[in-house]
């Protein structure tokens, strides 16, 4: 079963920057790379939004029109780690920040950002944007 933990989260003052991290462990039947990884956040009485994803080979990269521009995902497949650098963050950028894996096999190019196709979920990374 592949699990997954989120690191970086904290407080920050707005046009700040963090960097999220999303370590995978566990014993998964499919290598780290069949899985394409990504973010989303959810905030205090807001629904759960997609942020970014990036695909197994780490060529594709997807964006939400919100953080498009500020935010970048990478991933390091040696060391089962994705990326998600945050700058110029907001107020409303303020949320729980979640990692989730959706295995897409031998297909290593692409991602989705449809919450539904993601199986392994992280419990989550706080990121407080306020000054």
């Known amino acids: 079963q ?8 904290g407080l ?3 046009g700040g920057s963090l960097r999220l991290s999303c370590a995978a462990s566990g014993d998964s039947k499919s290598p780290y790379d069949a899985y394409a990884i990504a973010w989303f956040r959810q905030a205090p009485g807001k629904e759960r ?10 060529d594709t990269a997807n964006y939400a029109h919100s953080v498009r521009g500020r935010f970048t995902i990478s991933r390091d497949n040696a060391k ?13 950028d303020t ?15 692409m991602c989705d950002m449809r919450d539904h196709l993601h199986d392994h ?3 989550g990374t706080q990121v407080t944007v306020s000054s």
């Open 2 to 9: 592949l699990q997954l933990e989120e690191a970086g989260g």
């Open 49 to 58: 939004e997609a942020v970014s994803c990036i695909s197994g080979n780490g």
């Open 95 to 109: 949320a729980k920040y979640y990692c989730a894996a959706d295995l897409w096999g031998t297909i290593r190019d």
């Open 12 to 14: 920050v003052q707005p």
């Open 121 to 123: 979920w992280g419990l």
């Open 80 to 92: 089962k780690t994705v990326f998600l650098q945050m700058n110029s963050l907001t107020p409303d």
